[in-house]
């Protein structure tokens, strides 16, 4: 049994000629194969083709009004039927008539009076062609999207990971969970704006910025490696434990560190999460901390997370005190140029303080988030 043929018995081949007695010698051809439509006109076979796209195409060229030069382009210029194979059928035997042809897109070209045998070949051959093209076509197509799922799924599985790992270091702070969002977009923002500067436009790729959006939730991480009667304390730290306070930031990369080492390969947006977690304390003139690093040793994604860390401790309430207008922190801001921060980053935020307070009213504290948190540091100042 020829199951090649079994195959091709469902396919379906489109005849176009104007004559109806090469029509007739076509379909009696090829009617025992395969399915057969037939049209009278150019036209009559663009509209059959593109509301129902056959296999092939066997297709006159000299015909009144709309010449197969004309449909072959059009099928082609369709996605529908751009895939369809079309061999020109057709009286015309110079050289450059069948040149003419290939070049619009044709599979073949058969000169009339056409050999049975050659003809029925040639379809097969172009048929059983299409069939492994679009077998290819349907596996690329198939493969394309496992992977966009596979993908999909990665990429939500890790910013769930972020999240819970950034809500733990948010159940032993002062701050809420807003603190987190306001802070990605207030990065996000920046980044953007500074994405065309001179001194940044290598680095601040839309790749780069919406792993720094990604990684940005881990920027306090380290917290929860800092005892509760220091990191609750509502005044100034004693310089014993500011020290301790300060050693957050170590704490905060070893983790991701260790992340790092579990997963045994390198994951862009926890390198990048190290960097936030150790560095983003670090001020620009060389007197922060935890290496004291200056300038632009300091990583591009710490400097950018200080801005927006600090500008939102002075604006944010917390559960020992007020929020600071944004006049104020503006104005803090604006003198840390230079000093605490990269001067191009203030002022970038400068220009965006607008932005900076609708992202601020967006994620604001509700005086439920407050009220939740002041419950949540009282139960751990009872356990300290």
């Not at 980044?191 to 792993?211: N, V, W």
């Not at 380290?222 to 301790?244: C, W």
Request: net charge negative; charged share 30%; proline share 5%.
């Amino acid at each position: 049994m020829d199951t090649g043929l079994d195959f091709l018995r469902r396919k379906t081949v489109l005849l176009v000629d104007d004559t109806a007695d090469n029509l007739a010698l076509m379909s009696g051809l090829l009617k025992d194969l395969y399915r057969v439509k037939v049209a009278n006109s150019g036209e009559k076979a663009v509209r059959i083709a593109t509301e129902s796209p056959p296999d092939l195409v066997l297709l006159d060229i000299m015909m009144p009004g709309m010449d197969g030069y004309e449909v072959c382009r059009i099928l082609k210029a369709e996605p529908r039927t751009r895939d369809v194979p079309i061999i020109f059928l057709t009286a015309k035997a110079e050289v450059e008539d069948e040149k003419m042809g290939l070049e619009l897109g044709a599979v073949d070209y058969l000169t009339k009076p056409i050999s049975p045998p050659i003809a029925l070949a040639r379809v097969r051959n172009h048929l059983l062609l299409k069939a492994s093209a679009d077998f290819l076509r349907d596996q690329n197509e198939f493969l394309e999207k496992e992977v966009a799922r596979r993908t999909e799924e990665i990429v939500a599985i890790q910013d769930v990971t972020i999240l819970a790992m950034a809500s733990l270091a948010e159940t032993r702070d002062s701050e809420t969970g807003n603190h987190i969002r306001r802070t990605q977009f207030y990065v996000k923002a920046l980044a953007e704006k500074l994405q065309r500067h001179p001194r940044f436009a290598a680095t601040l790729t839309d790749g780069y910025i919406r792993m720094l959006f990604k990684s940005a939730p881990l920027h306090d991480i380290g917290k929860v490696g800092i005892p509760d009667s220091i990191l609750l304390k509502p005044g100034r730290f004693e310089p014993a434990e500011f020290e301790i306070m300060k050693t957050h930031t170590t704490l905060g990369r070893d983790a991701i560190e260790h992340a790092e080492r579990a997963l045994g390969t390198p994951v862009a947006f926890l390198s990048m999460a190290k960097e936030i977690a150790y560095s983003h304390q670090e001020k620009w003139d060389g007197s922060g901390y935890p290496q004291g690093l200056s300038g632009e040793a300091i990583p591009l994604s710490a400097r950018l997370m200080a801005v927006a860390d600090v500008y939102d401790a002075l604006i944010s309430r917390r559960v020992y005190k007020d929020g600071m207008p944004h006049a104020q922190a503006f104005r803090i801001i604006v003198e840390g140029r230079g000093i605490h921060f990269d001067p191009d980053m203030v002022d970038a935020f400068v220009e965006l303080q607008e932005e900076f307070q609708a992202i601020a009213a967006r994620f604001h504290d509700t005086d439920a988030d407050m009220a939740r948190k002041g419950e949540q540091i009282e139960r751990m100042a009872g356990r300290a």
